[in-house]
Structure formats: C-alpha cells, structure tokens
C-alpha cells in the first residue's frame, strides 16, 4: 500500500472558509478569543487586528503556501497577547511557531503588494517587478 505524504510549505489554502478555520483554530489553541475575521484585498499588508478584536486577512494570503498564511494569522493572534514586538511577543511567537523567522523571512523575501493599477512583487531587497 502506497502513502501520500503531502508537504505542509507547498500545501494551499482551499477557499477563504480554509483561511478563517485556520484563524479560530490558532486563537482556541492559543487560548485567546476567536476574532471577527474579514478578508479582503489590501495594499501594504498581510493582516491588520483592531482593538475591537476584527482581524482583517488580505485575500492575497489565499495564494501563498499555507505555511506562511499560518505565520502571518499566528503574528496577529500573538498580539492578543503581547501587543507589539518586544522579548515576549517573540517568545509567544517562539512558542507556537519554532520556525516563525524562517516564515517571515521567505514571506518578505517574496512580497505581493497591490499598487493602484499593477501588482508589485519584491523579488530581492531592491529589486521589483510589476506584473
């Protein structure tokens, strides 16, 4: 008999359900309270959490490895519990996510950020393309 084992980094997300499961899953697990959850497309960011408690997922995060959707819904929920990025927040993210740098180093090594009219995707440091 034959397994399939399938690579979480090159899993997608399903649909924008597959996206809000994932956040109440992360926050029960966590143990901080389920947000409002909203996605829709942004230009400068992956996420954004209010002090009303809505988190607002860019729908761009449906295109990216699954992976790197969990850091950035990991990051956000984190700030529930320590609200910027000092020792603890980075021992939070430590916590739930061992290899949170790796993630956050190949989410901004490979950006997507809408202009007006054209998507820019950051291919290096100084280096853009629009598309």
């Known amino acids: 008999m034959r397994t399939t084992r399938r690579v979480r980094s090159a899993a997608k997300w399903g649909d924008a359900d597959d996206l809000r499961w994932a956040t109440r899953h ?12 909203h996605l829709r497309p942004m230009r ?3 996420a954004s959490l209010s002090t009303s408690g809505r988190l607002t997922l860019n729908t761009d995060l449906l295109r990216l490895p699954r992976d790197l959707g969990e850091f950035v819904i990991v990051h956000e929920l984190v700030h529930l519990l320590a ?16 290899d949170w740098q790796e993630r956050q180093r190949r989410l901004m090594s490979g950006l ?6 054209k998507t820019t995707v950051a291919l290096a440091r100084n280096e853009t393309r629009s598309i």
């Not at 990025?85 to 430590?94: D, L, Q, T, Y």
């Open 83 to 98: 609200p910027n990025h000092s020792k603890v927040f980075k021992s939070f993210m430590h916590a739930y996510l061992p």
């Open 26 to 37: 992360w926050a029960t697990r966590i143990g901080v309270k389920a947000p409002q959850i």
């Open 44 to 46: 400068r960011k992956w």
């Open 112 to 117: 997507i950020f809408r202009t007006k009219k």
